[in-house]
T-cell receptor, first 115, second 111 residues
Framework: KAGVTQTPRYLIKTRGQQVTLSCSPI?????VSWYQQTPGQGLQFLFE???????NKGNFPGRFSGRQFSNSRSEMNVSTLELGDSALYLC??????????????FGPGTRLTVL | GEDVEQSLFLSVREGDSSVINCTYT??????LYWYKQEPGAGLQLLTY?????DMKQDQRLTVLLNKKDKHLSLRIADTQTGDSAIYFC???????????FGAGTRLAVHP
């Protein structure tokens, strides 16, 4: 079974631009979560989607948004990029998004650099 | 509030046991997790423990949970160079799939 895939793997943008990252979950998984990883703040939860609905959201500004499609693939968008948005963005999928045995499997991440 | 703390660095000799410690604050956390991250890679789930358990063993990994002190530890027996990585402790808090991570412990294994 293929793992979680994220595209692109690397991205370079300039301040003020916007960016869209894509995540394809493991086949059969309907929950997709996004995390931001930076050296200063560590791993922080962005949001979680299930059946095309955002069920949970972290403490990020409205510039960060996401969506999920009917095939469970998800995208996240960051508008008006700032230098501080440079990070590794990780996507994780699970069957239905409940704790415990329904574990989250992470993709390799998209490394975003904002110049 | 939600907070998970870990020591940042651990160095061990190959073949020794490694013990990585973690403390958490959310007493309502029902599941606690250990993830491993190798350079340039995403997170790999190693193991998890339910809050009504105090120990879980999985091959070379042993997880100990002291719920009273909100302390979690991961013991790796017979540590190998391939175990060199960053290890993250995480708690499930605040609803669907919201994991709160510690800062990560960098494990260095030397001959």
């Amino acid at each position: 079974k293929a793992g979680v895939t994220q595209t692109p793997r690397y991205l370079i943008k300039t301040r003020g631009q916007q960016v869209t990252l894509s995540c394809s979950p493991i086949s059969g998984h309907r929950s997709v979560s996004w995390y931001q990883q930076t050296p200063g703040q560590g791993l922080q939860f962005l949001f979680e989607y299930f059946s095309e609905t955002q069920r949970n959201k972290g403490n990020f500004p409205g510039r960060f948004s996401g969506r999920q499609f009917s095939n469970s693939r998800s995208e996240m968008n960051v508008s008006t990029l700032e230098l501080g948005d440079s990070a590794l963005y990780l996507c994780a999928s699970s069957l239905v998004g409940l704790a415990g045995a329904d574990t989250q499997y992470f993709g390799p991440g998209t490394r975003l650099t904002v110049l | 509030g939600e907070d998970v703390e870990q020591s940042l660095f651990l160095s061990v000799r190959e073949g020794d046991s490694s013990v990585i410690n973690c403390t958490y604050t959310d007493s309502s956390s029902t599941y606690l997790y250990w993830y491993k991250q190798e350079p340039g890679a995403g997170l790999q789930l190693l193991t998890y423990i339910f809050s009504n358990m105090d120990m879980k063993q999985d091959q070379r990994l042993t997880v100990l949970l002291n719920k009273k002190d909100k302390h979690l530890s991961l013991r790796i027996a017979d540590t190998q160079t391939g175990d060199s990585a960053i290890y993250f402790c995480a708690e499930m808090s605040g609803g669907y799939n919201k994991l709160i991570f510690g800062a990560g412990t960098r494990l260095a294994v030397h001959p």
